[in-house]
Each structure stands twice: as C-alpha cells, then as structure tokens.
Nanobody, 114 residues
Framework: VQLVESGGGLVQPGGSLRLSCAASGFSFRGFAMSWYRQTPGNSRELVAY????????DYPDSVKGRFTIARDNDKATVYLQMNSLKPEDTARYYC????????WGQGTQVTVSS
C-alpha cells in the first residue's frame, strides 16, 4: 500500500496550491479519503473528507470555502485545492484513508509566508 503526496511548497499569503495524493496497492475507489495537516507539537487536524464516489465532501470551518477536495478514481488520486492561503495553513499535509484500515502518506510540506 502506498499513498504519495505531492504539490507542497512555499506560497505567499493569498496564494493557491494544489496537492495530489497518488494511491496504489489497495482498491482506491472503495475507500473514502481524507486530508489531514499537522504542525510541530500538535496533533493531526482533519481538513477535508470525500466519499467513495466524490459526491459527498466535508470540511471544518477553518478551511471551508477555501479548500476543495476532489478525487479521480480512474487515476487513484485524491486532490486538495487550497486557495486564499493564510500563514496559519502552514503545516505538513497528509492524505489518509478515511476509515480503517488506516493508510497514511508521508506528507508534503506547505509553507505560507511572505
């Protein structure tokens, strides 16, 4: 099983990034997926959820209206479009299967700074 995130980097406040998470080794289309983020010394925070077909999504208030999760089951990839980024969005971002079994990627760093 592999989840490989990409697309992180340094961006100015107000900017945008699109993260990707390529899945392999399991039946991707059978799993709801999620994105989490973590800063040093803090627990991981859920920032986006998407159901198996992509028809249902959910976000916490902290990112609602700015982040959009999407998936392409044919490509076994889940995306996170992040707009209007703020310095407090700086974190390492991880994709994960939404339910057990818990598969995690290695994460991709997002830094929002001028």
């Amino acid at each position: 099983v592999q989840l490989v995130e990409s697309g992180g980097g340094l961006v100015q406040p107000g900017g945008s990034l699109r993260l990707s998470c390529a899945a392999s080794g399991f039946s991707f289309r059978g799993f709801a997926m999620s994105w989490y983020r973590q800063t040093p010394g803090n627990s991981r925070e859920l920032v986006a959820y998407i159901g198996r077909t992509g028809s249902f999504t959910d976000y916490p208030d902290s990112v609602k209206g700015r982040f959009t999760i999407a998936r392409d089951n044919d490509k076994a990839t889940v995306y996170l479009q992040m707009n209007s980024l703020k310095p407090e969005d700086t974190a390492r971002y991880y994709c994960k299967t939404a339910y057990s079994p818990d598969y995690w990627g290695q994460g991709t760093q997002v830094t929002v700074s001028s």
